[in-house]
């Protein structure tokens, strides 16, 4: 019962590529799922949207294709990274069409200063050096998605796992706890201020987030300590627990990193 059994992985050949990054942080074990295959769409995903360049996206793509051409007898692990980054390419190339971004700015420049006529290639979606803060709303968007993806995963296992009130306590409790408390900050002020858009939900929506939140927080702060007979050490296990809304605030407030990213891939190009 306590020996680890050895660990094979079994994913079609886009997910397969990201095996290796799975891998760095440590392998699945008995009993869990394979979460190569959800990793590896955000991972191409937002790598993609913090380069955000068509033409580094195309670059990268071409470059090791012909490297998966021109070598196929390379070693397992090499062949998957760079087909990863294939992938990668590919993203980047999507994003950087959606963002207008093309070596920066270096169509507008090259055309204005040596054609004497400018020309510009309009984003498909927007500039993000032109709106810093829409990117970040959408930035911190992608993290909530993607953080609430990783809850419903651990809520899965939980059913399979017949844990019924694990799942109540553990993932329904918080789900409605967060989506109570992003449905009361929308129509704040704070939030139209960072935004830069002024979305107004109907009283009545706004009511349900109030109590979706209390609820939520009354249900974390008397259910997380469930298995202990104590009811003050039940109760301090509950605040404790619900003290970690500050660690969901600093991962969402993380994902900021993807506008960072993404406003230096324009900048330097820019500059260069």
Partial sequence: ?????????????????????????????????????????????????????????????????????????????????????????????????????????????????????????????????????????????FGLIHMFLGMGLKGYMLIRDRKYLDFFCDVVLWFMLLMGLILIFIPSSMFRSISQMDLNLPPAVIQVGKWMAIIGAVGILFMSGRDKKNPFLRLALGAYDLYNITGWVSDILSYSRLLALGLATGVIASVM
Wanted: with cysteine.
């Fill in 1 to 141: 019962e306590e020996e680890e059994p050895p660990v094979l992985l079994k994913n079609n050949k886009f997910s397969a590529s990201a095996e290796g990054v799975l891998e760095s942080f440590g392998l699945p074990k008995k009993g869990e799922i394979d979460p190569t295959a959800i990793m590896s769409v955000f991972y191409v995903f937002l790598f993609g949207l913090m380069l955000s360049d068509a033409a580094y996206g195309a670059i990268v793509s071409i470059a090791c294709g012909v490297l998966i051409l021109k070598f196929p007898r390379m070693s397992e692990g090499m062949k998957k990274s760079i087909q990863l980054f294939f992938w990668c390419g590919l993203s980047t190339l999507f994003w950087g069409i959606m963002f207008g971004g093309y070596f920066g700015d270096f169509i507008d420049v090259f055309s204005r200063v040596y054609l004497h006529k400018p020309v510009t290639v309009k984003p498909v979606w927007f500039a993000p050096l032109n709106e810093p803060m829409r990117l970040l709303v959408f930035s911190m968007l």
